[in-house]
């Protein structure tokens, strides 16, 4: 008989959309040990299907991966997350021998279908090939279904939440979808659920579009089984005591992230005027405090969390009074609000709301949009490239008609949707310094110029830019084991110290000691890192725009504040000296990876 | 304290202010109120005098206060669905499919939690057809005198689902037959008198009242329901 595998279904679902074949796999006890679940399981079975570089992301081939964790469907505080990793369609390596080469991608999104794939009996879904025509898949436990989904083709996120539970009828069924901006192959569109939770960052919806695939349904019946029940009941009451009346609780509850569209702004830290400042004069009007007065009813929660960081509202004046969606949050009310220095907060919102209707990634499509307002400011670019749009800072209905051409690549549009990297390419001069990314991933919220260390987490994120990369080595051990487990981010500090691992212990049966938990996560790190490298991507890729060497910020608390040059390379040396990768290639090293029980890298990596 | 809080005026349980304890609650709701339109969407009328014997005991729902996120549905299934480990019984990992309170979402956002309403008249105990035995005259479905919740006998129940069919028509719809036996199933048992979804819920949105109940239900259904939240909230005239 087979060692039974504890906090695992020890099934992954696999389905061909090609040739329409459903297949349920066994999950390997030894790779759920080693790479958990979710960001890092997703990342082997990429991995393992991907077997050379250079694969072009839209094709058929390369894998879309929809993984819980092995804390997902369990009751743990704030364990609601899915991650969806794939090969990247949005990013690409200053050179490299293979013309589709780019990163891995991962990004994870809340809700509800994370815990719900578990219930249907899977520790995760892989999709591969590509439908003749549009078609939605429905999971009800074991039976599966690909479906016609011509009907639904086209039609805006907001819409068919609606209209796609209808058809199912019922409302126990959990959904993600994409949007128009993911079936026209927007690079950088999102997969959304709830109409509003979003796997925003790395073009997942992008590479679902190419699939033909407009959504996923799931409903179970099941729970994975734990090894150690007393103990985990035990651990769970006093993970949900942890949360209870505390500030912490308190402050997520009430503001979500948007609390930090100011504080950021105070310091110095928010993304405005594409990335030029750090600090938004006008934040208070479009900040929590605001939002609250003005647009927020009422805090929604995901899966089993005590925090409830999502506010959704109704605007009340204007020209799009009526209109009921959920934000600003931070990256939302930063990207789509501060960076493009809009202040009016209800036309934020009808922003905010369109840019999710469509489908589009909040962070990338922002700061798109900044970097096409800064070109047009400078004279680098007229309004005759933007199709005549006259895209000035502020300036909303023209904002609103950009997110419309991306999302359809409609004329400009059809450029803008691959990024700024493409973008600055095309349109030349030194628009290269103020093309705001990394390997061709847009940055998010979080400005640099006051800190070395963001610069830091930026550079070396495997899915380029990423602001939950994690400022050192440890940090990005520890977050890659996070975004593995299901567990939300924003629910970490409601944890006492070592509870984590605790949990992860009494449901695997796993001694998961400190030692084990940050070799998983650098394990998890280090392989996303080789993939990479196999693409080839090297140290030239690992670093920021010019901007925040050359520009420093002219108003506000921070103002002067601009990073060293040499001070970053020196951070950089430090950082892959700590990781053991070669300072001139970033190769990571044969003992290292050895280490990491990595074995079957080490030859790929030439 | 919080400005959203205090604007909306019209809550489903209007007596409830955000810092009152369970037992406030219970007073405030129990004591004297005559005609109070608590859970209004529901529950046309309440009518409870302290010094009667009870004859209501349910889970209320503050839908103001729901935030959807479904702890209430993971603690209600670990409690009524035990696993014995060794030679302990403990409460199980709390699959949400087999929970008595079950939370349905909407959008625009609006979570609207079910569970059985313990209706006075109650329509599925109405619907049964089963014979009434001689000496308890309970039907296979009845009203347990000592928690006051409705239950169902497996051994008499024929299974032909009327009861579900009227609660799903008449009511909320909390009763589910099972797949494959057409027993009824979800109905609440108010965890021997200490409901774990009020205890455990993150929010305080859930309450437990005990008292006497008169006047009629207004049998609005789950979506009806919703409408009705969606307009209030978010398309108030309020709003503009």
Redesign the interface.
């Known amino acids: 008989m087979a060692e039974k595998l504890f906090g695992y279904n020890g099934v992954i679902l696999e389905i061909d959309l090609t040739s329409g074949k459903v297949e349920k796999k066994p999950l390997s006890p030894d790779d759920a040990r080693k790479f958990v679940g979710g960001r890092g399981l997703g990342m082997k079975i990429l991995w393992d299907k991907l077997r050379k570089p250079g694969v072009n992301p839209l094709s058929p081939e390369n894998p879309l991966i929809f993984m819980p964790g092995p804390f997902s ?3 743990i505080p704030s364990s609601s997350r899915t991650c969806i990793v794939t090969k990247s369609p949005h990013t690409s390596p200053v050179k490299s021998k293979y013309p589709y080469a780019s990163t891995i991608s991962y990004s994870n999104m809340g809700g ?1 279908i994370g815990p719900e794939i578990r ?1 249907a009996g899977y520790d995760g879904i892989v999709i591969t090939g590509k439908a003749n025509s549009p078609v939605y898949i429905v999971i009800d436990d074991d039976k599966v279904e690909i479906r016609d989904a011509k009907k639904f083709w086209g039609m805006g996120t ?1 819409e068919f ?2 209209k796609f ?1 209808e058809e199912l009828k019922d ?2 069924f959990r959904t993600c979808y994409i949007g128009p901006a993911g079936e026209n192959l927007v690079e950088y569109a999102c997969i959304i659920n ?2 509003a939770r979003a796997a925003g960052r790395g073009g997942t919806g992008c590479v679902m579009g190419s699939k033909n695939l407009k959504a996923i349904a799931v409903r ?4 994975p089984p ?1 090894a150690d ?2 103990r ?2 035990q651990l769970l009451e006093e993970a ?1 005591n942890g ?2 009346g505390t500030p912490y609780t308190e402050n997520w509850r ?1 503001y979500g992230t948007a609390s930090a569209i100011i504080s950021s702004s105070d310091a110095g830290s928010q993304a405005v005027k594409n990335y030029r400042e750090g600090t938004f004069l006008d934040a208070d009007k479009i900040g929590g405090i605001s939002a ?2 003005k647009i ?11 925090l ?1 960081c ?1 506010k ?1 509202g ?1 605007v ?2 204007g020209p799009y ?2 209109l ?1 969606h ?1 934000g600003p949050e931070y990256e939302t009310g930063t990207m789509m609000g501060a960076n493009l220095l809009v202040s009016d907060l209800e036309g934020l919102m009808k922003e905010i709301y369109d840019v999710d209707d469509f489908g589009l990634d909040q962070i990338s499509t922002g700061n798109v949009i900044g970097f096409l307002m800064e070109a047009y400011e400078k004279g680098y670019i007229d309004s005759t490239f933007l199709d005549g749009i006259d895209l000035k800072w502020g300036d909303v209905p023209a904002i609103l008609k950009m997110i419309r051409k991306i999302a359809m690549r409609e004329g400009i549009g059809d450029l803008a949707s691959k990024g700024v990297k493409r973008l600055s390419e095309r349109i030349g001069r030194d628009s290269y310094k103020f093309a705001i990314h990394v390997k061709g991933h847009e940055l998010a919220a979080w400005n640099v110029h006051v800190s070395l260390t963001q610069g830091v987490c930026y550079a070396t994120a495997n899915r380029g830019a990423c602001h939950l990369n994690g400022h050192n080595p440890r940090a990005q051990n520890l977050n890659a084991m996070n975004d593995s487990l299901g567990l939300c981010r924003f629910a970490q500090g409601g944890f006492r110290q070592g509870l984590i691992r605790e949990l992860l212990s009494a449901i695997t049966g796993l001694d998961w000691t400190e030692e084990e938990y940050l070799k998983a996560g650098e394990r998890i790190f280090n392989l996303e890192k080789a993939f990479n490298y196999r693409e080839g991507f090297r140290r030239e890729d690992d670093t920021i725009p010019d901007r925040f060497f050359e520009e420093p910020l002219t108003v506000g608390p921070r103002k002067g504040a601009v990073l060293n040059r040499d001070e970053f390379k020196k951070a950089m040396d430090d950082y892959y000296k700590e990781r053991g990768w070669d300072l001139i290639t970033t190769k990571p090293s044969a003992e290292k990876l050895r280490s990491l029980e990595l074995e079957f890298v080490i030859k790929e990596l030439k | 304290m ?3 809080k205090k604007e ?1 005026k019209i809550t489903i349980l209007n007596l409830i202010q955000s810092e009152h304890s369970r037992r406030e609650f219970l007073k405030k709701t129990v004591i004297g109120s005559s005609a109070l339109l608590f859970s209004s969407l529901f529950v046309k009328r309440v009518f409870a005098q302290r010094a009667e014997r009870p004859t209501y005991s349910m889970i209320l729902v503050d839908y ?1 206060k729901c ?5 209430c549905e ?2 209600c299934s ?1 409690f009524n669905n035990k ?1 014995k ?1 060794g030679e ?1 019984e ?2 199980g ?5 087999y929970s008595n309170i ?1 939370v ?6 609006v ?1 609207i939690p079910v569970t059985c309403l313990m209706c006075r008249d109650n329509p599925c105990i109405e619907a049964c057809p089963v014979e009434p035995d001689p000496k308890t005259g309970r039907k296979a479905l009845y009203r347990d005198e000592k928690t006051l919740a409705i239950k169902n006998d497996p051994v008499r129940c024929i299974g032909c689902g009327s009861c579900a069919e009227a609660c799903r028509t008449k009511r909320i719809g909390a009763i589910i037959p099972n797949p494959q036996t057409g027993k009824p199933e979800r109905m609440c048992t108010l965890c021997d008198g200490d409901p774990q979804c009020v205890k ?1 819920c ?2 305080g949105a859930l309450a437990h009242v005990v008292g006497r109940l008169d006047g009629k239900h207004y049998g609005f259904s ?1 979506e009806e329901i919703a409408e009705k939240l969606t307009k209030l ?3 108030n005239e309020r ?2």
């Open positions: 469907g369990f009751p509800f219930f907001d939440d609606r539970i409302r126990r709830t109409a179970g019946t099941k729970i734990v029940h007393k985990f009941l949900r949360f209870k009430r609250e007065q927020w009813i009422r805090d929604f929660a995901c899966y089993c969390c005590p409830a999502k959704s109704v009340r004046t009074a009526g009921v959920d | 919080d400005g959203r909306s103001n935030t959807g996120c479904r702890t993971t603690v670990a696993v480990i302990e403990l409460p990992l709390g699959n949400p499919y079950r349905y979402s909407f959008n625009p956002d979570d455990y993150p929010y789950i909230w978010y398309y709003n503009k």
